[in-house]
């Protein structure tokens, strides 16, 4: 069973860091890709960040490029979200994603290419 566990999430004023963990089952080792997405209240899910986990190439949203890192340690089948400078318009609720083992994709930042979510994590950025 595909299992993801999101943790890091908080409160911080506008400026301030955190940094967002994704805990996987061993099932994340055979993925190609793993994604960050956020969804704010009565917004859409929006991809934020993805990881190729055979190369470890990321992709970002515009909104976050040079803010935000995403990166991996597969012998602990985790995925991180380096957070920084963050922003008010960065708040909303993080969720880690998995898509089906073996999937290949030419857009790893849309939801549709995912099907295992985890509960998500809050995050609040004041100004």
């Known amino acids: 069973q595909v299992q993801l566990v999101e943790s890091g999430g908080g409160s911080v004023q506008a400026g301030g860091s955190l940094r967002l963990s994704c805990a996987g089952s061993?099932?994340?080792?055979?993925?190609?890709?793993m994604g960050w997405f956020r969804q704010a209240p009565g917004k859409e899910r929006e991809g934020v960040a993805s990881i190729w986990t055979t190369t470890g190439k990321s992709r970002y949203v515009d909104s976050v490029k040079g803010r935000f890192t995403i990166s991996q340690d597969k012998a602990k089948n985790m995925v991180y979200l380096q957070m920084n400078s963050l922003k008010p318009e960065d708040t909303a609720k993080y969720f880690c994603?998995?898509?089906?083992?073996?999937?290949?994709?030419?857009?790893?930042?849309?939801?549709?290419?995912?099907?295992?979510w985890g509960q998500g994590t809050q995050v609040t950025v004041s100004s």
């Open positions: 994603a998995a898509p089906r083992a073996g999937r290949w994709t030419y857009g790893p930042l849309l939801p549709g290419e995912y099907v295992f």
């Open positions: 061993a099932y994340t080792y055979a993925t190609n890709y």
